[in-house]
């Protein structure tokens, strides 16, 4: 009764459990294979990106007419060398926490300095746990 029980159970997750767990698989690498060149092209734009804390929802909104990924290695130098105008440093001084430049986002591909602006403007407001210093919004032209 037990090896028949045995060969039952084996059979079911034979059946069962193995075609599951490999297509779950299957599916999760070609979702990485299509998604992680797509991201590294985005960054290879100008315009309003999103950078993540790892620790807590704060993300630090930017905008740059260079390409995002040459604007995020600045950024990671500005944290290593501790500069103190760098709000992404701040945020990590005054919480200990650690920021997820792998997970940058491009938010909008605008090319145009004035969309850029008002779109990075309408983005810090638009996260109320943003990183971004006060007088960053300051620069929102007058509607
Ligand atoms: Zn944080």
Avoid at 111 to 120: A, G, Q, T
Wanted: include cysteine; charged fraction near 30%; charge should be positive.
């Amino acid at each position: 009764m037990g090896v028949l029980y045995f060969a039952r159970v084996l059979k079911r997750v034979l059946i069962w459990e193995v075609p599951l767990f490999l297509c779950s698989f299957v599916i999760c690498c070609v979702a990485n294979i299509l998604r992680n060149p797509k991201d590294k092209i985005e960054l290879e734009n100008q315009g309003v990106y999103e950078i993540p804390c790892k620790v807590c929802p704060a993300t630090y909104i930017g905008q740059t007419n260079r390409r995002i990924s040459a604007r995020i290695a600045e950024h990671k130098n500005a944290v290593k060398k501790e500069e103190k105008s760098s709000s992404l440093f701040q945020h990590i001084k005054t919480t200990g926490h650690e920021i997820d430049f792998e997970r940058t986002k491009l938010i909008s591909k605008t090319e145009h300095f004035n969309s850029r602006i008002i779109m990075e403007a309408i983005e810090i407001e638009k996260h109320p746990n943003n990183m971004n210093k006060r007088d960053d919004t300051s620069r929102l032209p007058d509607i």
